[in-house]
C-alpha cells in the first residue's frame, strides 16, 4: 500500500484536469443557494443531471490551488487503497481548506459515513466538505447520523425553463405555483415576446431536454441516457445497498415491464409473477428504483407512504425516460402526465416542517397537498374540461395549449417555469 502523503499529488493534478473540463456558461439555480462554508454539504440526485459540474463550478469560483481547494472522485483507485480519513489528514496537513467529494458511494470501504463523520467532528472547524451521491444512496438514514451533522440539497434535471435557456437562449424567470394558480394569463402575456409558440418546444424538451446531455450532441442522447440507466441498476444501486442482494437483471425486467405500460397500475402478484422476483422484493426495487429517480410513485389521499406499502399508479420519472426506455408504447397523454408530475415534484422537495405532497384523489389526475391548500389538477389536451373534477376555486385543468382565458384552465407548459 501507498502512503497518502506521497501522492497527493497525483490528486492535485486530476482535481485541475477535471477543473479544466468544466464550462462556467450556465450555472444551476442551486449553486446560489447551497451554504457552502457550512463544514459538511451533502448534494444528491439522479444520475446525470449535473453535479459533478456544479462542484466544480463552486471549486472554480474559489480560485484557489489544489493544495488548498481539492476535487476527489471517490471512484478514483487511490480510494481502494486508502482510507478516507487518512487521506483528509493529508490533505489538511499540506494546507487543505475546501474538498470536493464526488459520488461519495463509489468509495472502496463500507465505512464512508462514519468517516465523515469523524471528518466533521475532528475538522469542522479547519475544513469545508461538500459530497455529493447517488440519489439512491440514504447517506442521511446511515448509522453515522449524518443528518445532525450536515445540510443537505437535491438537484434536479433540467427544467423546461432551463432548457429553454440552455438550448435556445431563451431567458424566462422562475414562477412560483401560487404565482401560476392566480396568474396564469399575465404571465403568459408577458413571455409571449420571448416564447410565442412554446408546444414545438416543449415537445423538443420531452425528447431530450432533462438531463444536460444535449449539449454533447444531440445523436448520442438516448444512448447517453439508456447507458446512464444502466449503470445506476448495475452499479449505483448495488453501491448503495451495502452489499445486501440486488439482482440487476431482474430489475431491469421490471423496469421494462413498468415502461411498456405507464401509467402503470401494479398488480404486485401479477407483476412478481412475470418478472420473477417475491413480493416482499418487487416491492423493495420498487423502491430503489424510485430513490434512484427513475421511477415516480403515487398512492391514493388516504394511504401511507411506507415503502413496504403498494403504490396505486407508476410513472416513469421524466419524459425523456418514456422516449429512452420505452419509445413504441410513447403516447401524448402519458407525456403531458409525465412532464406535469416530473415538474411539480421538484416542489415536494422544499424544507419544512410539513413538505408538500403529490397524491392521487378520487377525482382528477393529481392532488398537491400542503398545510394550507389542497389542489386538484385534470392534465389534458386542449378542448379537456372541468366534466371530471367540477368547478371549484382549487380544480385546475392542465391543459396542453398556449394560452387560455379561463382562470383555472392552466397551459402546461407553463409548469416547466417553476424552477
Known sequence: MYSPLNNLEQLYRRSEAALKQVSSTYTRPLLREIQWEDPLVILLGPRGVGKTTLLLQRLAELE???????????????????RLLDFVEAFLENGGQYLFIDEVHRYGYDTWASELKQVYDLYRSRLKVVVTGSSVVRILNRQADLSRRALSYRLAGLSFREYLLLGHQINLPVVTLSDLLAHHREI??????????PLPLLTEYWQRGYYPYFLNGLITYADRLTSSVQTVLEHDIPYATDGTSVNAGKLGRLLYAIASSVPFVPNISKLAERTGISRVTLLRYLSLLEDARIITSLRQEAKGTSALSKPDKIYLDNPNLLHALAPQQVTTGTLRETFFLSQLKQLTYAKGLVPPEIRLPKQGDFSFLTPERHVIFEVGGP??????????????????????????????WMFGLLY
Open 64 to 82: 484557489l490551488p489544489p493544495q488548498q481547494a481539492l476535487y476527489v472522485d471517490m471512484g478514483d483507485l487511490y480510494f481502494q487503497a486508502n
Open 188 to 197: 403568459a402575456q408577458e413571455s409571449a415576446d420571448l416564447l410565442p409558440t
Open 383 to 412: 378542448k379537456k374540461g372541468f366534466a371530471q373534477i367540477g368547478q371549484n376555486d382549487d380544480h385546475f385543468v392542465v391543459a396542453d395549449t398556449t394560452s387560455t382565458e379561463h382562470a383555472n384552465k392552466i397551459p402546461l
